[in-house]
């Protein structure tokens, strides 16, 4: 086909189609880099089996320099280097985008609005090298190569790139810019038209680096003094501990260049769970990373750590389920299982980070709060947050900051104490003193259980006593509302009926679908929610308005249930916009849903106003 | 009911330890068990093993699961935290503590359901990461808080108080501990508390995991004639191995022995345990010549008792991980933290 026009700068989805296990992973981050590197905004999305070989995968780069970062339907540029998902692949192609191919097997595709370029990859990597490996893993580079050349990205940080990673391994310098060469000399040679889609230098990246969440979390976890870290390998999680522990062994060692922190790779999640109540009881930060299987596993000790108050942080880093569901696609659907987590009453504290920078943050947050509560608090991240590269600042850590330990009575304060009652809520917050076992030789030991207790922590079966206990714990609860990360608004419009609710990954999404909302006339006020026990400004959002969007990955609409139980907001005004394909949302999908419900119902139409001058912005 | 406190005050001439401690600066509050439960001698072993220790109450921790068994922790050493958890998961619990803090002592008691049925892959897995720690399993074969159903521990032929047959073959908690690894093995019978307080403090002094299985009758539903875990029964078929003699470090060794009839084995701390063998066809420091014996009391109808096997070479699970001698809970966050200069490095390589 021939291009109609102009070429279109730095917005575009460029995505590659791989087979997995074939060594591609590696290539396409390098190309996510490079872009990072010339300055633009970019939000690469790996889209993986659950699998180690032979399966498709697909990497998924969305550019946009007007810093839009969700994930976008339609494909401009599609390097497909797998035959098995050419059909599929061929089809997200968008009028005018270009499919890049291995053309050593030239074929033709069934499209005549897009352009083709054919790159023979394979007969390239086996006219440079004999071994078969080397065959195979080079042509990931060579396509890099040439998709840099056509694209326009910068070889000069592609190769820089290239450098820095093999520092450890420099023999592989040369093979990898021998390859990288040879697919940009192909397009040289073999001059085609233009792609439509170009990339060019901009200056958006300044104070801004490139990370997953889940290592954002691991650092987090690193920089609030965790020394225990114990968990059970479970996808998308298992990149936590490791981030902690490979951060640890260089920057945790005392002066014998022993280490002063502990990962212990549990038999289960039981027993990660257990080892971690255990260490936090014992006076040491600790935390375990799982996903939603190891969320059921933990459940009962969840409960005890509630009942018997001991500090336990889980990072849960959501995947689709239920059951063992889709591993490595991204859902939100662990919302109700952490916020009621185990049998009897139990209500927990969670936090909801948007971005890796917030998982760094409120990594450190759930250790004070866990702590300061002497509770259960869940990080709840996802698969897209902690295992895709995000776009965020620099993370930042404030010297100055003092960690929370909470009511922890040491053997001074014991000592000055008449008398320590365990579970005595002496400051009226709910939230009673404990002491670290070993601390003093006559004073401060209690017995810790799991059985309904007396304020001295003696097992009771009076009923009354119990019952008063359970308030109390429930006490904690209200005090947590004082204590946890407030929800984020952006307030556009003052007269607008409309507002939209979302949490977590989907933030970027949210914004764009906001934004086009605007340019079409409407006007909605938006809250991220960022922590369970909600705010009272959560119900007072909701009640300033007349119809809520309630943009969550679930199908049930779990954190609508928990508005409507736990803000006690009327469920006729809060409207569920539910995804759960697996995939990271689109703002498409958002605005989609509520041009259908304004157009179903001519209510929520009539409370759409449009934007006005900005009246509150956080 | 609510717990009951024993009163402190106690008789001015009783025995005091090194620490200037008598037996009733260790005890616990009052047991509600049934009486005469073996558990209850097992309690007032431990009391007289860290009596005689010369151990401060508040540098050891207490951990147990759930069952008859695990209630006990409360009955001894009320200046010690104690730690009741849920069923089958103290080894986790314990690990965690022992994590955090390598300073202190880490008694576990457990019981048979506890530890054979649910705890089972808790069980095997502390002893496989050379957890340093006492486990005490108090085992008798029976689930007395659900009223008397047989546990995984009880043996074939063994019947039911209302003559049920048990078709099941017994776990030999022993057997399993020396082939996953565990240090320390012994087994006591809570009717010999002349055997069971030197065991108790040599596994005190042991640094690893520190099996002891102690044959503890249940009064109520497990002490009837066709049982082989009743009081009678151990002391007919109770088959002693070994006695122990532990001299602690620094002081010199004084007992005669007759030759070839003593194994003396030097603990990590430099303390010395002299065990006196009545079986003499089988080394308790080699797994090897260990397990055939175990089996063949077992399939003789005998209850082997003693320190079955010992290693006093392996590492603990500290060791093994290369955690700083300080316990990861006294770090303070200056040192644990890497500041924010340190980011700028983190960050640069993310660029």
Known sequence: ?618 | MTHIAKPKFHHPSLPKNKLGLTHRDYEGVVSTLCAGCGHDSVSAAIIDACFRSDIEAHRIAKVSGIGCSSKTTNYFLRQAHGFNSVHGRMPSVATGANLANNSLTYIGVSGDGDTASIGLGQFCHAIRRRLNMVYIVENNGTYGLTKGQFSATNDRNSKGRTGKENPYPAIDLCSLAVQLGAGFVGRGFSGDKEQLVPLIQAALKYRGFALIDVISPCVTFNNHAASTKSFDYVRDHNDVMDRLDIVPHREEITAEYEEGSTVDVTLHDGSQVTLSKIAKDYDPTDAESVLPMLHAERNGGAIATGLLYIDPEEQDLHELMHTSVTPLNSHTHDLLCPGNETLAGINAAHR
């Not at chain 1, 391994?169 to 060469?181: D, E, F, G, Y």
């Not at chain 1, 990660?272 to 990373?289: C, Q």
């Not at chain 1, 679930?554 to 469920?571: F, G, K, T, W």
């Open chain 1, 1 to 618: 086909m021939q291009l109609q026009s102009e070429p279109t700068y730095n917005e575009f989805v460029l995505k590659f189609a791989n087979v997995n296990g074939s060594g591609s992973a590696s290539a396409n981050l390098l190309c996510a880099k490079a872009l990072f590197r010339m300055g633009l905004p970019v939000a690469p999305k790996n889209i993986f089996p659950s699998n180690i070989q032979g399966m498709p995968t697909w990497y998924e780069i969305r550019v946009s320099e007007a810093g839009h970062l969700a994930r976008r339907e339609g494909v401009d540029v599609m390097v497909a280097m797998n035959p098995q998902s050419y059909a599929q692949d061929v089809a997200e192609i968008v009028t005018g985008g270009t499919l890049i191919y291995d053309s050593s097997w030239p074929r033709e595709f069934d499209r005549s609005d897009i352009q083709v370029v054919g790159i023979p990859i394979a007969r390239l990597c086996a006219e440079m090298f004999t071994d078969l490996r080397q065959r195979q893993l080079f042509k990931n580079i060579v396509y890099l190569g040439a998709v840099a050349e056509l694209l326009g990205i910068d070889a000069q940080v592609v190769e820089e790139l290239i450098s820095e990673q093999f520092t450890a391994k420099p023999q592989l310098i040369k093979p990898n810019l021998k390859s990288l060469k040879a697919g940009q000399d192909y397009i040289r040679e073999n001059p085609g038209n233009g792609l439509q889609m170009r990339a060019r230098k901009a200056k958006c990246n300044d104070g801004k680096i490139l990370i997953g969440g889940n290592e954002a979390a691991g650092l987090g976890a690193l920089y609030a003094g965790a020394t225990v870290a114990a968990w059970y390998p479970i996808t998308p999680s298992t990149s936590v501990a490791e981030a902690f522990e490979k951060h640890a062994g260089k920057l945790r060692r005392d002066a014998d260049g022993n280490l002063m922190a502990a990962v212990i790779q549990a038999e289960d999640e039981l027993s990660a769970a257990g080892m971690v109540i255990g260490a936090s009881w014992n006076g040491a930060r600790a935390f375990t990373a799982t996903s939603g299987p190891g969320i059921s596993l933990m459940s009962e000790f969840i409960g005890l750590a509630y009942f018997a108050e001991i500090p336990l942080v889980i990072f849960d880093i959501q995947r689709g389920g239920p059951s063992t569901g889709m591993p490595t696609r991204t859902q939100q659907s662990d919302v109700l299982t952490c916020a009621y987590a185990s049998h009897g009453d139990t209500r927990h504290v969670l936090l909801f980070p948007s971005d890796p920078g917030e998982c760094f943050t409120m990594a450190a947050d759930s250790f004070d709060l866990a702590e300061r509560l002497q509770t259960p608090v869940f990080m709840v991240s996802d698969l897209d947050i902690g295992m895709n590269e995000w776009i965020v600042d620099e993370l930042q850590w404030d010297d100055s900051y003092q960690i929370d330990r909470g009511k922890v009575l040491d053997a001074e304060a014991l000592e000055a104490v008449s008398e320590f009652n365990r579970y005595r809520d002496v400051d009226g917050d709910g939230i009673p003193y404990r002491t670290i076992p070993g601390t003093h030789p006559e004073k401060g030991a209690f017995f810790t259980r799991g059985t309904s207790h007396t304020e001295s922590g003696g097992y009771t079966e009076d009923g009354v006593m119990n019952a008063a206990n359970l308030a109390r714990i429930n006490t904690k609860f209200e005090t947590a509302k004082q204590l946890v990360p407030a929800p984020v608004f952006c307030e556009i419009s003052a007269n607008t009926g409309l507002g939209i609710i979302n949490f977590g990954s989907t933030e970027p999404a949210v914004k764009e679908a906001l934004d086009i909302l605007k340019r079409e006339g409407h006007g909605l006020n938006h809250m991220r929610l960022r922590s369970f026990p909600f705010a009272d400004s959560v119900r007072e959002f909701v009640e300033r308005h007349d119809y809520v969007f309630v943009v969550e990955q679930n199908r049930d609409a779990q954190m609508r249930h928990l508005l409507i139980v736990e803000a006690e907001l009327p469920a006729e005004k809060l409207v569920a916009v539910t995804n759960y394909d697996g995939l990271p949302l689109t703002s498409n999908f958002i605005r989609e849903s509520v041009h259908e419900r304004m157009e179903s119902d001519q209510r929520v139409a009539a409370a759409s106003a449009p934007p006005i001058t900005p009246v509150k912005k956080a």
